[in-house]
Every structure is written in structure tokens, then in C-alpha cells.
């Protein structure tokens, strides 16, 4: 089985200029999270898909991030402008959670995208 | 008050010592519970999930006490391969799987 792919691996860039990262899920897992992770801690949730739809986004900066998950399968993570601070990595995770009460699903993340804002 | 607390450590512990995280949580809602193992510069995967009666795989033992919103995990007969982040991780639904991850604790195992 396929896992969770992210792309591109690593990205520089200067600050307030834009990025973007992709994210294709396991196949069949309706959620989709976004997270940073700086270093030294732990995953930081952005945004959250169910399917089509945003089901959290409390965390997320909204004045410079935005996500999109089109037809419930793949997603984009956009930063515009990026500032010094967004240097992380971007996590992205999928499971098989769905709607209603449905809890306890294993998440599975992909490799992630290391991104450097000079 | 954090809503998933761990104490970041680095522990540092001998080949073959036994040790043990905790990682306290604040919503006294939260249902499900799980550890996950982050290598350095990986991505996190599974180690295992906390069932309220407690469970072990191996050389790992979790637990859960509802009570004093902890959960824990043992290792025992520490390996040089077991050298990670382990991160707790708390979810409850509020009509999805909200997710909130610990800061992790560093494990180091020496030889």
C-alpha cells in the first residue's frame, strides 16, 4: 500500500516570498491534517480535511496560509508571504477517521517538507 | 495550562535500563490515547495505542489512568534502537478526531 506522499522534500526560500506544498493520502482515508513541526517540538495541528471539507483550522495563520483539499483527495498548503518564523517542517497526515463520532484511527504521515525561510 | 503536557527530558539511560515517560492531558473529555516514535529528521509512526485496561507490546508497556489524566510508557530492556522521540498524542470528538500532540520526550539510550 501506497503511503502518504509530500512534495517537494526540501525548500529555501526568501522571506515574503510564497510557497507551496502538496500532499497525496493513503487512498480511502477520508482526513487530512496539515501540521508544523518546529524543531525541538512536537507537531502543531494547521488545518484539518474531512473529506472535502475543513473541520479545524483554529491554529492556522490565516492571514498568510491556505489549504485547499479539492475533490477530497489530494491537498495544497500555500504561505504568502513567508516570513522567518514559518521555517519548519510541513507535515501532512491522513487516516481513516470520518465523520460523526468515529475516533481512535492511526494517522499516517508522510515524509514531510523541510522548508527555510532566509 | 498546556493541553498535552510531556517532560522533554533528553533522559539519558544505559543499554538495557528500564524506563518511563508520562504525558498528562487537560481535557478530561479526550478518549483516545496513543504514543508515536519520532526518528531524528523522520517522520512520527505508531508505536502503539493506551486502551484503558493498559496494554504491552514487547518491551513496551502503556497505561492510561482517567483519573489523574496520565498516561505512561515503559520500556524495558532499552535498546540502542529505541534512541527517538517518543511523542503522546490525545484525541476526543466534538463530531471529528480533534488530535493534539505532546512536545515529545528524547530518548537517548548509551551504550
Known amino acids: 500500500e501506497a503511503g502518504v506522499a509530500q512534495s517537494p522534500r526540501y525548500k529555501i526560500i526568501e522571506k515574503r516570498q510564497s510557497v507551496a506544498f502538496w500532499c497525496n493520502p493513503i487512498?480511502?482515508?477520508?482526513?487530512l491534517y496539515w501540521y508544523q513541526q518546529i524543531l525541538g517540538q512536537g507537531p502543531k495541528l494547521l488545518i484539518q480535511f474531512q473529506n472535502n471539507g475543513v473541520v479545524d483550522d483554529s491554529q492556522l495563520p490565516k492571514d498568510r496560509f491556505s489549504a485547499e483539499r479539492l475533490k477530497g483527495v489530494d491537498s495544497t498548503l500555500k504561505i504568502q508571504p513567508a516570513k522567518l518564523e514559518d521555517s519548519a517542517v510541513y507535515l501532512c497526515a491522513s487516516s481513516l477517521a470520518g465523520t460523526g463520532y468515529s475516533i481512535g484511527y492511526e494517522q499516517y504521515f508522510g515524509p514531510g517538507t523541510r522548508l527555510t525561510v532566509t | 495550562r498546556k493541553e498535552v503536557e510531556q517532560d522533554p527530558g533528553p533522559f539519558n539511560v544505559p543499554e538495557g535500563a528500564t524506563v518511563a515517560f508520562n504525558c498528562t492531558y487537560s481535557n478530561s473529555a479526550s478518549q483516545s490515547f496513543f504514543w508515536y516514535r519520532q526518528d531524528c529528521r523522520k517522520e512520527p509512526k505508531l508505536l502503539m495505542s493506551v486502551y484503558s485496561s493498559g496494554n504491552e507490546d514487547g518491551r513496551f508497556t502503556a497505561q492510561l489512568n482517567r483519573a489523574s489524566q496520565y498516561i505512561s510508557l515503559l520500556i524495558r530492556d532499552s535498546k540502542l534502537s529505541d534512541s527517538a522521540t517518543y511523542l503522546c498524542v490525545v484525541t476526543h470528538s466534538g463530531g471529528y478526531q480533534k488530535v493534539t500532540f505532546g512536545t515529545g520526550t528524547k530518548l537517548q539510550v548509551i551504550p
Open positions: 487512498s480511502g482515508h477520508a482526513t
